[in-house]
């Protein structure tokens, strides 16, 4: 079974964002998940907290949180704390900070504090010991029994191995068969030189998507998408010397130009122009119903576990409800 998501950018007004997240978990919908970028957006934790409050299934956490905005013995706290109040339904995507440090005027955390923020958090919010700024530190409350999946995210060679290492998840932001493919060649080979078995590690596609016959209309409304993709790309072409990152992956940002954060994730910002149809046909997912079937049968072929819809476009209720009439049951049916 492929399970689906919906993630919140945090703008949504509260009431609406409750309405969303129990249509989803009434639609057959298993987890819902909120951008964390505290200076563009409202802070996620407080709005998690909420949804817990008003529903009863779905797996709650943030997509994704980062490891230099807040101490790791705040943010095991808040997970632990939003296990106690959820039953245990909290899961923690993880970065190393985008949006939320870039608007700072900071640079995004090293994979290897990241990786031990990861196993930190874990062992804080699970109510083991771990070792924090030389002392000894643990959450005497923490309840045990409630796990905290650790789901990491990331494009690099670097990222993706190490997170091979650490990770329950990886959330890959690209809906293209063809590159996730190599992003879970990186992560397997990561988890297998730790003696782990990779079959243990699950995915999650994240993505925009619009169900509409008329495709040019798709396209405006998720266009922003590979722009944001490109800003991860254009470091990674920095770092990364040609063909150790998928040119499929690099070419489309030749003609990029520079990218706002003030206005990231935003469909109507001024970075959009250099983004071509097909890369936007090929990272997020557009057209009539039976496309959105087809690409999303493809993504659970090749192993993804989750698909996590972006829900910013400006037909968020209509998503939820075609996607839980029409798209979810007929993916799922064997």
């Not at 057959?28 to 008003?54: E, K, N």
């Not at 995507?93 to 031990?116: C, F, H, N, W, Y």
Request: glycine letters at 8%; hydrophobic letters at 40%.
């Amino acid at each position: 079974m492929l399970n689906f998501g919906i993630c919140f950018k945090g703008d949504i007004a509260v009431g609406r964002t409750i309405e969303l997240a129990q249509a989803a978990e009434s639609g057959g919908f298993t987890y819902v998940w909120t951008f964390d970028s505290h200076v563009l957006w409202r802070d996620c934790y407080v709005m998690l907290s909420q949804l817990a409050a008003h529903t009863d299934k779905v797996r709650l956490g943030p997509c994704v949180t980062n490891p230099a905005v807040r101490d790791v013995t705040v943010t095991a706290s808040i997970f632990a704390s939003l296990n106690v109040v959820s039953g245990g339904r909290a899961v923690c995507g993880i970065g190393r900070g985008d949006s939320s440090r870039r608007v700072l005027g900071q640079k995004p955390t090293t994979v290897a504090r990241m990786m031990e923020a990861v196993e930190q958090i874990r062992d804080l919010a699970e109510g083991r010991h771990t070792e924090h700024l030389g002392q000894d530190q643990w959450l005497p409350w923490a309840n045990p029994d409630y796990k905290l999946p650790m789901w990491l995210a990331g494009y690099g060679p670097k990222v993706l191995k190490a997170s091979g290492a650490h990770a329950d998840g990886i959330v890959l932001q690209i809906a293209d068969p063809f590159l996730i493919k190599w992003f879970m060649s990186q992560v397997r080979a990561g988890a297998e030189e730790a003696g782990r078995n990779p079959d243990d590690i699950k995915f999650m596609v994240a993505a925009p998507v619009y169900v509409h016959p008329d495709v040019e209309k798709c396209r405006d409304h998720v266009r922003w998408f590979p722009a944001m993709v490109g800003n991860h790309v254009a470091d990674l072409v920095q770092k990364y010397h040609s063909g150790e990152v998928p040119q499929d992956l690099t070419d489309y940002i030749e003609g990029r130009e520079g990218y706002d954060y003030r206005q990231h994730a935003d469909k109507d910002s001024d970075h959009l122009k250099f983004i071509p149809n097909n890369i936007i046909d090929r990272f997020a997912i557009v057209g009539d119903v039976e496309n959105h079937i087809a690409r999303l049968k493809e993504l659970r072929e090749i192993g993804v576990d989750q698909f996590n819809i972006y829900l910013m476009n400006d037909d968020e209720e209509a998503t939820v409800d075609i996607y839980s009439r029409e798209v979810i049951p007929e993916v799922n049916k064997w």
